[in-house]
């Protein structure tokens, strides 16, 4: 089985945001760079679909050099071979991102994609099914069970209060959710192979701004809220704010 | 300006509220950039339903019957295919000359969104919470979960917009609609558009979810175990809310990975948002500080949690939310 996994680099969630002088980035200073979390369900995947049915994972990443930081855990989950699709661009839109990944995915022809859901980072979640309609293939994203028999593939999709199930024919796309799988922590043989394991690198084949972000803002920091200190003594006098003051109940 | 075209969501052959949000978007929209809106329904909703549209502004209600869009794709079990709606809100955006086109940003619209944009070749803004910027083609949405705010600028003449639910408040500019029946068979469908379909749809029993409750009642580990969680279901249960969690506790497996709110769980704005035993990590944090109102019910006076809170109590939740349950459900009855 061919097996094709794409990841991204992401600031890891206890990533306290501040924002660069430049006022469209985040001050990169002490910010530690992961894989996106979701990617990591992707490839876990992808290794366990190896795992049953043999066959090769290859990890994609297209993004600045550190993106190699993603492929390189990726090899340590499993993954067989990685390309760095290397730009030196700071910002992407998605257009750029899934044209990309497209143009190598179409050279490899998978009988799967994986993709993390959405990358923490930009949470566009728009990636994966714009690649998936680059290049004709269906997909599903959310996905948090997957089965497949033969050309066919049976996942399960979260939705509001609910799942849905959705039959889909391969080659396909395939966004993680959590839940999809428990990804494995790399033993310390893996951790050192991954170190000396090459990664392709190739060029952009193209690059668009169809959107582009002007401007960085933190939220409004909220005046100080009425905390009490008398534990449940308090409750009549919280529940009589909550009704009188904020109207919320 | 292009015309805009708004795609109204249904359930169970009844427009979601988020579909108001959307028609109520595409009116305000419309006034602003000085050209006209109509929506577009796919679905098996009756003409009382479809005219009932006319009350946000819809002067114009396009329809393709579900079941004939369905009946195209030769297969027995489809409840829908998001290729198949991708693909009619798409042929008719081009055929019909819309420039624009507003989708709720639900489970639903993110799945659709960015197929349209490849087969319409129009660029895509999801999650947006801000539009005041639109005549300059600027708008507002949440980046790293609300953590900060980005001002993206589209550069192409024709664009999508996924809107965040909850955000856009509905509201009615009452006009007589009238209902255009299109025809699937005429909309250039074809059997790739099939080649993923939803074969069911499984609710779970009678829950709540998180991105769409306007209130959230969430439980962290300071609940010491999943046995006690019954203590913030029952406060959930008279406020009417959905039962949340943080990611320590549904690392831990004592909640469901649905339940999570955060970075790497849902982001989500409840009118209402109690947290009980959490202690406010940067990454649960961002997923809900953008809650009209907070609570904050913890025995550590530092957790980072009260500085986001607009009320709080300082203690054990072991006494506190039995007898915030209580207090409620008094004022309730």
Redesign the interface.
């Not at chain 2, 949440?142 to 192409?156: D, E, L, R």
């Not at chain 2, 955060?262 to 769980?265: E, I, L, M, P, R």
């Not at chain 2, 607009?310 to 054990?316: A, K, L, M």
């Given at each position: 089985m061919k097996i094709a996994v794409c990841v991204s680099i992401v600031p890891d969630s206890t990533t306290k945001v501040k924002i660069a002088p430049t006022g469209n980035e985040i001050d990169d200073t002490g910010v530690t760079y992961i894989i996106n979390p979701y990617d990591e369900f992707a490839v876990e995947e992808a290794v366990q679909l190896k795992e049953m049915n043999g066959g090769e994972v290859t990890v994609i990443s297209y993004g600045q050099d550190k993106s190699k930081e993603a492929i390189k855990k990726a090899y340590q989950m499993g993954a067989d071979k990685g390309i760095l699709i290397k730009s030196s661009a700071k910002h992407f839109d998605s257009n750029t991102v899934a044209g990309n990944l497209a143009n190598v995915l179409k050279e490899l022809s998978p009988d799967i994609i994986l993709f993390g859901k959405q990358s923490i980072d930009f949470d566009g979640s728009i990636v994966p099914n714009m690649t998936a309609e680059i290049l004709g293939y269906p997909s599903v994203n959310v996905v948090t069970k997957l089965e497949i028999n033969g050309n066919e593939a049976l996942a399960e999709r979260e939705i509001e209060g609910g799942k849905e199930v959705v039959k889909i024919s391969l080659p396909a796309i395939i966004g993680a959710q959590k839940g999809l799988n428990n990804p494995r922590y790399p033993n310390l043989k893996s951790i050192m192979a991954s170190k000396s394991k090459p990664v392709e690198e190739r060029q952009p084949a193209q690059e668009s701004n169809n959107t582009e972000i002007t401007e960085m803002k933190l939220p409004e920091a909220k005046g100080k809220g009425k905390i009490f200190t008398n534990g449940a003594s308090d409750v009549p006098e919280l529940v009589r704010l909550l009704r009188e003051e904020a109207k919320i109940i | 300006m292009d015309k805009i075209l708004v795609f109204a969501e249904t359930k169970n052959n009844e427009f979601k509220s988020s579909a108001f949000e959307a028609l109520t978007t595409g009116y305000f929209l419309a006034g602003k950039l000085k050209s006209e809106f109509a929506v577009l329904s796919v679905s098996n909703a009756d003409d009382t339903h479809l005219k009932s549209l006319g009350k946000f502004g819809a002067k114009d209600v396009f329809h393709v019957s579900l079941d004939e869009l369905n009946s195209m794709s030769g297969?027995s079990?489809i409840?829908y295919s998001h290729?198949a709606f991708?693909s009619v809100i798409s042929n008719f955006a081009k055929a019909n000359g819309y420039g624009i086109i507003i989708i709720s940003g639900?489970?639903?619209g993110?799945?659709i969104?960015?197929?349209i944009?490849?087969?319409t070749g129009f660029?895509?803004?999801?999650?947006i919470v801000d539009l005041s910027g639109i005549e300059s083609k600027?708008v507002r949405r949440?980046?790293?979960?609300?953590?900060?705010?980005?001002?993206?600028?589209?550069?192409?003449d024709n664009f999508i917009l996924t809107i965040r639910p909850n955000v856009f408040k509905a509201s009615e500019n009452p006009t007589e609609s009238v209902i255009h029946k299109l025809e699937a068979g005429k909309l250039n469908i074809s059997g790739?558009d099939f080649?993923?379909?939803?074969?069911?749809?499984?609710?779970?029993s009678g829950?709540?979810?998180v991105?769409?409750a306007d209130?959230i009642v969430s439980g962290g580990r300071g609940l010491r175990g999943p046995e006690h969680f019954h203590l913030v279901e029952e406060l959930a249960g008279v406020?009417g809310a959905a039962t949340g969690a943080s990611r320590a506790v549904?690392d831990a497996g004592w909640r469901?990975?649905?339940e999570?709110v955060?970075?790497?769980?849902k982001?989500v704005s409840p009118?209402?948002y109690v947290a009980c035993g959490i202690s406010g990590?940067?990454?649960h944090l961002?997923g809900m500080?953008?809650s009209?109102?907070?609570?904050?019910i913890n025995k550590d006076?530092d957790a980072p949690i009260?500085?986001?809170?607009?009320?709080?109590?300082?203690?054990?939740v072991f006494?506190?939310l039995p007898?915030?349950t209580n207090?409620?459900m008094k004022?309730k009855s």
């Open positions: - | 297969k079990d409840k290729s991708a639900t489970s639903f993110k799945e969104a960015p197929s944009a490849v087969k660029s895509v803004v999801t999650d600027t949440p980046s790293y979960a609300g953590k900060c705010y980005t001002q993206v600028k589209i550069n192409t790739n080649k993923s379909y939803v074969s069911e749809v499984v609710v779970s829950k709540l979810d991105a769409e209130i406020l549904v469901p990975h649905g999570q955060g970075q790497t769980g982001t009118s209402l990590a940067i990454q961002a500080s953008s009209k109102y907070i609570v904050a006076k009260f500085q986001v809170a607009d009320y709080g109590i300082v203690g054990d006494e506190i007898a915030l207090e409620i004022i």
